[in-house]
């Protein structure tokens, strides 16, 4: 198989790749996006040839066509729906941007009015739903809380389960993701502590009512400071979206199947749950622990790591060549927020100078190993006093209007078809069955 430069090159303006084959060639059309990309459509390949492509983790694999975020990793470029990630993290709110990505605008006036009215009208669980806590022991997970308790909400609202959604019911559905995963996500962390839940404050801002109901107590009140709020801020707004990521791809591929936005979120969870996704940042304050627990010191981690003894978490990007604007976002973020709260922490000042190191030695930059969001965010995460073990949670806040704007997009894609991938076949083949008691 063959696909011919050649061709191509000719074929360009023609808008066709010509792909050869064993006694055989065949035209496909080529497809380009509003920022230049390119892509071959091989829509038509399996019925026209019998061949099909194999791209193990589809890393060169177009799953679909989408409006929602672009990436271009390699001049360190992150777009939703055409702002750059910076001017929304300056300027912008959470629920600003989440409005943005899942109608493509930003809000009108009125309309982010009433967005925050329903935010803050979803932002109590029902009574039996809040029992459902009980039935997790205090140690368990809290992304198994999340998921199930995502999928829980479903069955309390199965008006919103149809699958032909009007305008004012999906927004519903997207306030009571939204709104109901910070009570979710703070319940589940008092759960496992033993304390007593904080109810949601309608009187709070987004933000501010998360923290309320993670560090407020019976008799204590907790009152963030400004720096802290914008930290927690920027945060969510930098992870909102991330283009055809492991979860978002899983989202999209749940919801081909005609499923509805709270078992597609769901689904979301599960797969930002695995450590190489979501628990990137979790890995990175486990070996800060490693490094000061050992009594080590960056400067000799670093030599560790150029000789190949030691893995450095936080560092470099699969998509990013250059870096990771979230990153430099974050990397100011946690310098201003580390300098407010004059925190005090041997973790922090580990990383703060590996960073430094990093960023200034030959062989990290020759490399292109420069600090990452999963680096930054760490360390944000835990000066705000989040637990490790809360860190994917506040990733999966983060990404909720992400996940819910990829399943809409997808809702009302014409071409929608339900997801099925192939695959080559490479085990047994023409075996013959044989009965138990003849088997050696």
Not at 134 to 148: C, K, N
Not at 171 to 194: E, P, Q
Not at 351 to 373: C, G, H, M, Q, W
Request: charged fraction near 20%.
């Amino acid at each position: 198989m063959l696909l011919s430069t050649q061709n191509f090159q000719q074929d360009s303006q023609l808008k066709t790749a010509v792909l050869q084959l064993p006694g055989e060639e065949i035209k496909l059309p080529i497809v380009s996006g509003t920022e230049g990309e390119q892509a071959i459509d091989i829509t038509s390949l399996r019925d026209e040839t019998g061949y099909i492509t194999l791209d193990p983790g589809y890393s060169n694999t177009g799953a679909c066509e989408s409006k929602i975020t672009f990436i271009d990793g390699k001049n360190g470029v992150l777009r939703y729906r055409g702002y750059p990630i910076e001017e929304l993290a300056e300027h912008s709110t959470f629920v600003e941007t989440a409005w943005l990505l899942i109608y493509g605008e930003l809000p009108t006036e009125a309309q982010r009015a009433r967005f925050r009215e329903l935010l803050t009208e979803q932002e109590l669980l029902h009574e039996g739903m809040r029992h459902h806590f009980e039935g997790f022991p205090p140690h368990g997970h809290p992304m198994a809380m999340l998921s199930a308790m995502i999928n829980a909400c479903a069955c309390y609202h199965p008006e919103l389960l149809d699958t032909d959604l009007d305008p004012d019911r999906f927004l519903t559905a997207v306030a009571i993701l939204m709104s109901k995963v910070r009570t979710i996500a703070a319940f589940s962390y008092k759960m496992s502590l033993g304390h007593r839940v904080e109810y949601p404050d309608p009187a709070l801002s987004y933000c501010r009512n998360f923290l309320h109901m993670m560090f407020s107590k019976p008799h204590s009140r907790y009152e963030p400071t400004l720096q802290v709020v914008k930290a927690l801020s920027r945060f969510l707004i930098l992870h909102a979206d991330h283009e055809q990521n492991c979860s978002t791809s899983t989202v999209r591929m749940v919801g081909s199947s005609g499923a509805n936005v709270f078992a597609s979120v769901a689904s979301g969870v599960c797969a930002l749950w695995g450590p190489s996704h979501g628990g990137a940042n979790m890995a990175v304050i486990e070996m800060l622990e490693k490094i000061h627990k050992g009594g080590e010191n960056p400067k000799s981690i670093v030599e560790k790591v150029k000789a190949k003894k030691f893995r450095l978490m936080g560092f470099g990007h699969r998509v990013y060549k250059n870096f990771d604007p979230r990153a430099k976002i974050l990397e100011k973020t946690a310098a201003g927020l580390l300098s407010t709260l004059g925190v005090a922490d041997p973790l922090l000042d580990i990383a703060a100078e590996l960073a430094s190191i990093a960023l200034t030695d030959e062989y990290f930059l020759e490399r292109k190993l420069y600090p990452n969001v999963d680096f930054y965010s760490g360390i944000i995460l835990r000066a705000i006093g989040i637990p490790v073990n809360m860190f994917t949670v506040m990733f999966s806040i983060g990404r909720i209007p992400g996940w819910i704007a990829h399943w809409y997009e997808l809702y009302h894609d014409p071409d929608r078809r339900i997801s099925r991938p192939r695959q080559v076949y490479t085990g047994p083949t023409r075996r013959k069955y044989v009965p138990v008691e003849n088997r050696s």
